[in-house]
T-cell receptor, first 112, second 112 residues
Framework: DTAVSQTPKYLVTQMGNDKSIKCEQNLGHDTMYWYKQDSKKFLKIMFSYNNKELIINETVPNRFSPKSPDKAHLNLHINSLELGDSAVYFC???????????FGPGTRLTVL | GQNIDQPTEMTATEGAIVQINCTYQTSGFNGLFWYQQHAGEAPTFLSYNVLDGLEEKGRFSSFLSRSKGYSYLLLKELQMKDSASYLCAVSSPSDQGGKLIFGQGTELSVKP
């Protein structure tokens, strides 16, 4: 029943490791997003895909690589994790032409 | 540049009315959203304004003045469960990716 789901919910890892976060939506939307929410709770757009095509890349370091195998999935792979990558990462989806975005439950990433 | 300002925190009493203000300066505008976020949870949609005026939805109302770059969220008959962070977000046009640009959020504490 979950509209936008993310796995894992919590991720604790060491600096320098590579990790992935997965996102899936069953709303039939054609656009998906990744947002980062830092410790000050400021929510900032990272990437957006429309029909598997990248349309927004907000000057995110190239250690972050989104991948969209189909329009229902948008995964985020992070190489060489740094302490500053610790945050909550939210996936969201919407239908182009409609404005509301639906958010996933978030993935809390802690880099030690 | 993109700038969205809202107060960092507010306190109100159960049963009272509170108004959370948001001012914005963005390069594109395709509407303004208010989201509610409880601690440790995903943002959930409250309201959307694209035309000037007041939108009412139960205990919550949202107002927009595009000429002034100003919006507010009005919460009536406050309940303890309304304690949360309230996020103001401006939507960019679809040709700019339709991304949401968020303010820092207003942490509302409702006291008995």
């Amino acid at each position: 029943d979950t509209a936008v789901s993310q796995t894992p919910k919590y991720l604790v890892t060491q600096m320098g490791n590579d990790k992935s976060i997965k996102c899936e939506q069953n709303l039939g939307h054609d656009t998906m997003y990744w947002y980062k929410q830092d410790s000050k709770k400021f929510l900032k757009i990272m990437f957006s895909y429309n029909n598997k095509e990248l349309i927004i890349n907000e000057t995110v370091p190239n250690r972050f690589s989104p991948k969209s195998p189909d329009k229902a999935h948008l995964n985020l792979h992070i190489n060489s994790l740094e302490l500053g990558d610790s945050a909550v990462y939210f996936c969201a989806s919407s239908q182009r032409g409609e404005n509301e975005q639906f958010f996933g439950p978030g993935t809390r990433l802690t880099v030690l | 540049g993109q700038n969205i300002d809202q107060p960092t925190e507010m306190t109100a009493t159960e049963g009272a009315i509170v108004q959370i203000n948001c001012t914005y300066q963005t390069s594109g505008f395709n509407g303004l959203f208010w989201y509610q976020q409880h601690a440790g949870e995903a943002p959930t949609f409250l309201s959307y304004n694209v035309l000037d005026g007041l939108e009412e939805k139960g205990r919550f109302s949202s107002f927009l003045s595009r000429s002034k770059g100003y919006s507010y969220l009005l919460l009536k008959e406050l309940q303890m469960k309304d304690s949360a962070s309230y996020l103001c977000a401006v939507s960019s046009p679809s040709d700019q990716g339709g991304k949401l640009i968020f303010g820092q959020g207003t942490e509302l504490s409702v006291k008995p």
